[in-house]
Nanobody
Framework: QGRLVESGGGFVQAGASLRLSCAAS????????MGWFRQAPGKEREFVAA????????YYADSVKGRFAISRENAKNTLYLQMNRLKPEDTAVYYC?????????????????WGQGAQVTTSS
């Protein structure tokens, strides 16, 4: 069994930066694609960013492209999301997830393992 644990969330003002981390344990995820999703109150979970197993390919939602950067360190079994120029509409619970050979990196149904989530709140 694998376990994913997010950290690094918090309360910031608009324009600030945060870096989320996702530590994996229980098994290696170096052969898995990894992704970040978020869910705001009253809204469905939405795709934020994803990265393939090697880190060579990254994918972003249009709403975060140019502001967020996903990366991974397989040696540390850790996934990151650097979030810059945060906006109030980025406020949500952020989840990391792992998928084995996903057909669609943005589809949450393809992800097998999920973390418990980290709250990110951006004030205006």
């Amino acid at each position: 069994q694998g376990r994913l644990v997010e950290s690094g969330g918090g309360f910031v003002q608009a324009g600030a930066s945060l870096r989320l981390s996702c530590a994996a344990s229980g098994r290696t995820f170096e052969n898995f694609a990894m992704g970040w999703f978020r869910q705001a109150p009253g809204k469905e979970r939405e795709f934020v960013a994803a990265i393939n197993w090697s880190g060579g390919n990254t994918y972003y939602a249009d709403s975060v492209k140019g502001r967020f950067a996903i990366s991974r360190e397989n040696a540390k079994n850790t996934l990151y999301l650097q979030m810059n120029r945060l906006k109030p509409e980025d406020t949500a619970v952020y989840y990391c997830a792992a998928a084995k050979d996903p057909r669609d990196y943005s589809d949450p149904s393809g992800y097998l393992f999920w973390g418990q989530g980290a709250q990110v709140t951006t004030s205006s």
